[in-house]
Nanobody, 124 residues
Framework: QLQASGGGLVQAGDSLTLSCAAS????????VAWFRQAPGMERSFVAA????????YYGDSVKGRFTISKDNARNAVDLRMNLLRPEDSAVYYC???????????????????WGLGTQVTVSS
């Protein structure tokens, strides 16, 4: 079971940290990704971290502003979001899978487990 948390209402330029926590399983050895979906839009890739922790991937629109990290002690994956923009407003979902090949890290179909989303709203 995955649970995303940390969303909220912030102003443009602010920061938020989302967390994806797992219960009943360890995220060690799992690839974990964040996706987001704005109203009327398709779900899109935000960031992912390889199961080894050595490969990190970002969507073009968040590169340089967002940072994904895995905390094995907390059994969680965090998404630190800086310099938030109104266009970052969306429901953010985390997803995990034990076996995602490098070329599929940005592909939501590669992830077997999904958590409920957390709403992020950025006001201008």
């Amino acid at each position: 079971q995955l649970q995303a948390s940390g969303g909220g209402l912030v102003q443009a330029g602010d920061s938020l940290t989302l967390s994806c926590a797992a219960s009943g399983r360890t995220l060690r050895g799992y690839a974990v990704a964040w996706f987001r979906q704005a109203p009327g839009m398709e779900r899109s890739f935000v960031a992912a971290i390889h199961r080894t922790g050595n490969g990190i991937y970002y969507g073009d629109s968040v590169k340089g502003r967002f940072t994904i990290s895995k905390d094995n002690a907390r059994n969680a994956v965090d998404l630190r979001m800086n310099l938030l923009r109104p266009e970052d407003s969306a429901v953010y979902y985390c997803a995990a899978s034990p076996s995602v090949i490098t070329s599929n890290m940005r592909n939501q179909a590669a992830y077997a487990s999904w958590g409920l989303g957390t709403q992020v709203t950025v006001s201008s």
